[in-house]
């Protein structure tokens, strides 16, 4: 894997773990 891709799957990762964050936040899961 080169570098690109890893950031890719990094942005990736991060941006559904943004989204569960907000999900959980919004409907009171936190």
């Not at 080169?2 to 990736?12: A, F, G, P, Q, W």
């Not at 943004?18 to 936040?25: E, W």
Request: no cysteine; aromatic share 6%; glycine share 10%.
């Amino acid at each position: 894997m080169d570098v690109s891709s890893k950031t890719v799957i990094l942005i990736n990762l991060g941006a559904a773990l943004a989204l569960i964050g907000l999900l959980s936040v919004r409907f009171g899961w936190l």
